[in-house]
């Protein structure tokens, strides 16, 4: 069935990186775009990245742009979100989503169709 694992989250503190996967299976992960989702505890789940099937076209929330980078490796069926100088409010359950609509992305929950479990970030201040 069609399935997103992510992995990579923790506790850092603040300063620090860490690199989150989400690996795909049961689709053809290349003809999706992808995207990061993320939601604090009390607050709505919001986008973080988002990028196109084939990695050219990439989006960033202006929360975090300049500090993370989303990336992909369709051979490995795999979407990565780099995320360098964390601070405290970057703390939140990370999910990663497939894109609704096949090769392009959007900006809402509602363009997404799918979802990983969540992994726990944790930025210490």
């Known amino acids: 069935q069609v399935q997103l694992v992510e992995s990579g989250g923790g506790l850092v503190q603040a300063g620090g990186s860490l690199r989150l996967s989400c690996a795909g299976s049961g689709f053809t992960f290349s003809s999706y775009a992808m995207g990061w989702f993320r939601q604090a505890p009390g607050e709505e789940r919001e986008i973080v990245a988002a990028?196109?099937?084939?990695?050219?076209?990439?989006y960033y929330a202006d929360s975090v742009k300049g500090r993370f980078t989303i990336s992909r490796d369709n051979a490995k069926n795999t979407v990565y979100l780099q995320m360098n100088s964390l601070k405290p409010e970057d703390t939140a359950v990370y999910y990663c989503a497939r894109s609704r609509t096949g090769g392009s992305y959007g900006r809402a929950e509602s363009e997404y169709d799918t979802w990983g479990q969540g992994t726990q970030v944790t930025v210490s201040s």
């Open positions: 990028i196109s099937w084939t990695g050219r076209s990439t």
